[in-house]
């Protein structure tokens, strides 16, 4: 039970917010960050939130976004007014004023919300940090393109919604986060899977410059090299406004005149499952990324100029400390929601074939996939290199700029399972550390079953690097195991484990592979 103490109430810059002490943190839930995209702000870039005249109870969590909810309940009520964010604070603040710690959350682009009770920042925040999780716009309601969209814009660019959710929600906290005792120059995003690769893209884009100071990656993908354009094909990927088009035409709207007003005045449920049918369908959608990157950035010329692997290649990313890493074995869980249906060895072939084009059966060869067995190996072993090879690509452009780049592998056996699939009593063997296995221990949820003293310590030694790093720039310190900066001459990584090590050079060879599949486009 939470032990209620007193209220505290600030001052934002659109009206008094009142919080509740629990246990010596100030915790304040749902303040809006913007104005709520619905009607006609439907796919429109995100406006600034109104201003109150009475004091908002900030008590309870705001709605989700709008989701899919074929692989499970979506976390609390659902609306496509959700643009809200949680601050769990420290009652006691420095001159200067924390440190920020501002969480995206994870989900494909399609699932997912701040407000997951795995993501409670009162741990953290006892550590001396403010931690900030938001919602953000996803799937169709976040990241649609249309011709008609890019017209009615002053930019002339359309989707990247929810990227701009998340630059908005930064602009909030870099606005108010000095009255919750939060220093507005300190600010570290952190964000695993579609919310690693969302810091990713704050990294690449312009319009994030200057809203956050540090940056820790968790199983963000591989970085893409190529994504779609606004307008136009780019490689074999049809532009994002043509898949607006086939979508519109899945909803029997035709034309680029009309189009959009008969869509915002259809019901988000229907045009989020709709969209889950036309992506699925996509054979350009699937790419050695994955859809759920490349239906969901969009190269639009102004929140992405280019490609993110593209632009961390040319050393042009924001220049802020790094830190990144992956789980033991990322592409268990893929691999397994892909092959619900437990397809034959062809059916894995067609998939290769799907995914990657003529270069699958180079992938084929290289994984040694002669039989069903092998074959279901290949394409985890492919998903996992996405996600580890992509943070050896994000680490080595870092470094060249960066001098406080840091790489992780976390790799402790997981004693829980966290997502909600039911009927799998062998999840451990066919598992393994999967992806997301690692958002306890940062968070220290430990009121999941089967967890023992060894989880709390690798919990408390996880916060401590990722609080020191939010810091500092450096996650070392407090006479911590040593975490060696990542360096191309000898590429460090520190294995999150019991007991923590480094290693040197993991799989470089696999993923010296992967870079030159990826440069096939």
Not at 143 to 168: M, R, T, V, W
Not at 440 to 469: C, I, Q, T
Request: net charge neutral; proline share 7%; with cysteine.
């Amino acid at each position: 039970m939470e032990k209620e103490i007193l209220h505290k109430i600030v001052e934002t810059q659109e009206g008094p917010v009142i919080g509740k002490i629990i246990q010596g943190i100030a915790v304040f839930r749902g303040i809006p960050y913007a104005t709520p995209p619905v009607e006609n702000l439907r796919w429109r870039p995100p406006e600034p939130p109104l201003s109150r005249q009475k004091p908002l109870e900030a008590f309870q969590f705001g709605p989700v976004c709008i989701q899919n909810e074929a692989l499970g309940p979506a976390p609390g009520p659902m609306s496509e007014d959700c643009l809200y964010l949680n601050i769990w604070a420290p009652e006691t603040t420095t001159p200067a004023g924390n440190p920020v710690m501002v969480w995206i959350h994870g989900g494909g682009f399609s699932t997912g919300a701040g407000s997951m009770p795995i993501f409670d920042g009162a741990p953290l925040a006892r550590r001396g940090v403010i931690v900030v999780t938001i919602n953000y716009r996803m799937n169709i309601l976040g990241f649609f393109a249309h011709p008609e969209l890019s017209k009615e814009s002053l930019n002339y660019c359309s989707g990247n919604y929810g990227l701009l959710d998340q630059i908005q929600a930064l602009h909030w906290v870099r606005a108010n986060i000095r009255a919750f005792g939060g220093n507005p120059e300190l600010v570290t995003l952190f964000g695993e899977s579609a919310g690693g690769a969302s810091i990713i893209a704050l990294m690449s884009s312009p319009l994030a410059a200057g809203l956050f100071h540090r940056a820790i990656v968790q199983s963000g993908g591989n970085t893409p090299r190529l994504l779609r354009k606004l307008a136009e094909p780019n490689g074999h990927l049809a532009s994002a406004e043509s898949l607006g088009r086939k979508y519109a035409k899945a909803l029997g709207l035709t034309g680029d005149k009309g189009v959009v007003e008969k869509m915002r005045a259809l019901p988000a449920g229907k045009l989020v499952n709709e969209w889950f049918k036309t992506i699925e369908n996509d054979i350009t959608g699937a790419g050695i990324s994955g859809s759920w990157m490349i239906n969901h950035q969009i190269i639009d010329g102004r929140v992405i100029t280019d490609a993110p692997g593209e632009i961390f290649r040319k050393g042009l990313q924001h220049n802020v400390p790094f830190l990144c890493g992956t789980t033991l074995d990322e592409g268990t869980l893929f691999q397994f929601l892909a092959f619900l249906n437990n397809p034959d060895l062809d059916g894995y072939k067609n998939y290769m074939k799907r995914v990657l084009g003529p270069a699958a059966n180079k992938v084929l060869d290289y994984f040694d996939a002669r039989d069903m067995q092998t074959a279901a190996q290949a394409v985890s072993q492919l998903w996992e290199s996405g996600f580890l090879c992509g943070a050896r690509h994000s680490s080595r452009s870092m470094s060249l700029v960066q001098p406080n780049t840091y790489r992780y592998l976390f790799a402790m056996s997981p004693k829980f399972f966290l997502y909600m699939i039911p009927g799998i009593p062998d999840w451990k063997e066919r598992f393994g550390c999967y992806h997301a296995a690692e958002l306890p221990y940062v968070f220290h949820f430990m009121a999941l079953p089967g967890m023992e003293n060894e989880d709390k310590m690798l919990s408390d030694r996880v916060m401590d690097y990722w609080v020191r790093f939010a810091r500092n720039g450096d996650p070392n310190g407090s006479g911590a195991i040593r975490w060696p900066r990542y360096e191309t001459e000898n590429e460090a990584c520190l294995m999150l484990n019991n007991p923590i090590t480094t290693e040197k050079n993991i799989k470089n060879k696999e993923c010296d592979f992967m870079d030159d599949l990826e440069k096939m486009g």
